[in-house]
């Protein structure tokens, strides 16, 4: 089984502060997403990406993210398994502390 990188909530919130240029794609449904996501988050729901990955650069590392950390888990497996580079935020959005839109 292929090890999938991990990132706290903390960590991605850090890199946010920082102004980092990082890729975050948020795989919740849209009714979930409603309720508040993370503002520089894209938003593709995990059924949906299969036929959405040529939105995404290969050569850019992906934070997956969902409601705990379960889905974005699978949607981190497919797309390494398609030779993307992505990382799971644990927890997911229940652990997130920082700012959502």
């Not at 919130?13 to 975050?24: A, Q, V």
């Not at 990955?53 to 889905?71: A, F, Q, T, V, W």
């Not at 927890?91 to 700012?99: H, N, S, T, V």
């Amino acid at each position: 089984m292929t090890t999938i990188k991990e990132i706290s909530p903390q960590e991605v919130e850090k890199l946010l502060e920082e102004n980092k240029d990082i890729s975050l794609i948020d795989v919740r449904e849209h009714d979930e997403v409603a309720q508040g996501k993370i503002s520089k988050a894209k938003h593709i729901p995990l059924g949906e990406i299969p036929e959405r990955l040529n939105e995404l650069p290969k050569d850019k590392e992906h934070i997956m993210i969902c409601r705990s950390g379960g889905r974005s888990g699978k949607a981190c497996e497919y797309m390494q398994e398609q030779g993307y580079k992505v990382v799971n935020m644990t927890g997911g959005m229940l652990k997130w502390e920082g700012k959502k839109e």
